[in-house]
Structure formats: C-alpha cells, structure tokens
C-alpha cells in the first residue's frame, strides 16, 4: 500500500493567497484527520472525518479554514485567505475501518505563507 | 479531556546506552496511549501503544514502554540506542474509543557516536 498521500510536499505562497492542501488516505480507512504542527503548538487536530462526514471541527482555528471530503478518497483543507501565522506543517492521517487506534500518518505538506 | 506532558525536550546520548523518554498523561477516563517517532521532514510513525492488558508494551526497532495507572505515567525505553534512533519522539493520548488524539510537545533525542 502506498499509504497517506499528501500534495504539494511544500508550498510557498503569500499573504492573502488561497491555499489547498490535498490528502489520500489509504484505502478502505473510514476515518480521516487533519493535524496542524507548528513549534509554538505543537501537534493540533484541527477536524476529522468519519464515512466523508465531518465529526468534530473544533480544532479548526478560525473560519478562514474548511475542510472536506468530497469521496472516501480524497480530502482538501483550504485556507483562504492565508496568513503568515498560518505557516506550519500540515498532517493527514487516517485510520483503518473498525479500528479505535492506530491513526497512519501522511508525509505532511510544509507551508510557508510570507 | 486527556493532555499528555512530555518531561524531557531535549535528550542527547551516546550510541549504545539506553535512553528513556517520560511520560505523563492526565484523563478522567480510560485512555489509550501512543508513542509515535517522527524522523527528519517525515511524518509520524507509530512505535507502540497500550490499549488494555499487560502494561509492559514491546513495540517497533526494540522500543518498549510501561503503562503505569497509579503514576499516570506512560514512559519510552530502548536498552540501547543506535545512531538512526535519532529523531523526534512524541508520547500521545485518547480516551478507550475515542478518535481524538492528544500529543504531547515532543522529545528530540540525538545519539551521538
């Protein structure tokens, strides 16, 4: 299996711009998430996903962030507009059907917003 | 809600001495507990977890851990490091059957030779 696929690996881009983050989740997952990793933060769930639905959306820090899922195998998270404060690194992870636990990390997207 | 409190940030040791990570979760429920490593410019990888059962939990590239219940306490050990155990070590909780994780600060452990 060729497991979390996250794209771009890297983007740069401005103030203000729109940025979207895509995510694969490994086939046959049901549960999708999406961490944000910063120095200042750490490790932060910013929404999740169960069957394409969203379940829990508290952790996405301000309206200028959404999230969805569109099929079981596929899933964006939008800035717009962007922010420096919005620079991090950007997780997906999903977890396998039937399972509590074990969430398989994607690479991350690392975003810079200047 | 659970919080997990990693007590170290940063530990250097030499290669082939053991090395232990601390730590500390609070939860009013039952919890699962995580040990995930993330190496340089990649994402994290899950090195064990306890979720019921015995509390000594042997996990990947001879990592183990303790799920200890009185003293909250969840800590990493390797009997002896090598020089690509070098990387960032992040401890993380969520309660039994909850999909939310909670993941502490990070440790960084640098071997060196």
């Known amino acids: 299996d060729a497991g979390v696929i996250q794209s771009p690996r890297h983007e740069v881009t401005e103030m203000g711009q729109e940025v979207t983050l895509r995510c694969k989740p490994i086939s046959g997952h049901d549960y999708l998430f999406w961490y944000r990793q910063t120095m200042m933060r750490g490790l932060e769930l910013l929404i999740y996903?169960?069957?394409?639905?969203?379940?829990?959306d508290s952790g996405m820090p301000e309206d200028r962030f959404s999230a969805k899922m569109p099929n079981a195998s596929f899933s964006t998270l939008k800035i717009q507009p962007s922010e420096p404060r919005d620079s991090a690194v950007y997780f997906c992870?999903?977890?396998?059907?039937?399972?509590?636990?074990?969430?398989?990390f994607g690479p991350g997207t690392r975003l810079t917003v200047l | 809600a659970q919080s997990v409190t990693q007590l170290d940030s940063q530990v250097p040791v030499f290669e082939e001495a053991p090395v232990e990570l601390r730590c500390n979760y609070s939860s009013s429920v039952s919890v699962y507990l995580f040990w995930y490593v993330q190496y340089p410019n990649q994402g994290l990888q899950l090195l064990l977890k306890?979720?019921?059962?015995?509390?000594l939990v042997k996990g990947i590239n001879g990592f183990e851990a303790e799920f200890n219940k009185s003293q909250t306490s969840f800590h990493l050990r390797k009997p002896s490091v090598h020089i690509s155990d070098t990387a960032e070590y992040f401890c993380?909780?969520?309660?039994?059957?909850?999909?939310?994780?909670?993941f502490g600060a990070g440790t960084t452990v640098t071997v060196r030779a």
């Open positions: 992870a999903s977890t396998p059907v039937g399972s509590t636990d074990t969430q398989y």
């Open positions: 996903f169960n069957n394409n639905v969203p379940i829990d």
């Open positions: 993380a909780v969520s309660g039994a059957n909850d999909y939310k994780l909670s």
């Open positions: 306890y979720l019921s059962g015995s509390t």
